[in-house]
């Protein structure tokens, strides 16, 4: 499986923003999603889950009630809705793919997607 993030960009604080993941070479349907960011000078860090289908999602404390994550199988797509950006949602962020749901470490995610960079000015 192939990702790619996209959608990133500069938006003023308060602001709202969405990323996608596209997957090729495979279905994404089989796979629990996840995304990622890391902002600089800092490590890598979880930001959300989603289960195969959709069922269940998961949050880090500081993006719940902002962030949604999502994903629609027919379109081997995921995604991120980020709303209400804030200075410090400044970062790279990552999407990847696993076999198992829940895992919050960036090494259990077999597929790895390249970044896509969100900057929010305040």
């Known amino acids: 499986v192939q990702l790619q993030a996209s959608g990133g960009g500069v938006v003023q604080a308060g602001g709202s923003l969405r990323l996608s993941c596209a997957a090729s070479g495979r279905t994404l349907s089989r796979y629990t999603m996840g995304w990622f960011r890391q902002a600089p000078g800092k490590d890598r860090e979880f930001v959300a889950v989603i289960s195969w289908s959709g069922g269940s999602t998961d949050y880090v404390d500081f993006v719940k009630g902002r962030f949604t994550i999502s994903r629609d199988n027919a379109k081997n797509t995921a995604y991120l809705q980020m709303n209400s950006l804030k200075s410090e949602d400044t970062a790279v962020y990552y999407c990847?793919?696993?076999?198992?749901?829940?895992?919050?470490?960036?090494?259990?995610?077999?597929?790895r997607g390249q970044g896509t960079l969100v900057t929010v000015s305040s």
């Open positions: 990847a793919a696993a076999s198992g749901y829940g895992y919050t470490e960036w090494s259990k995610y077999r597929y």
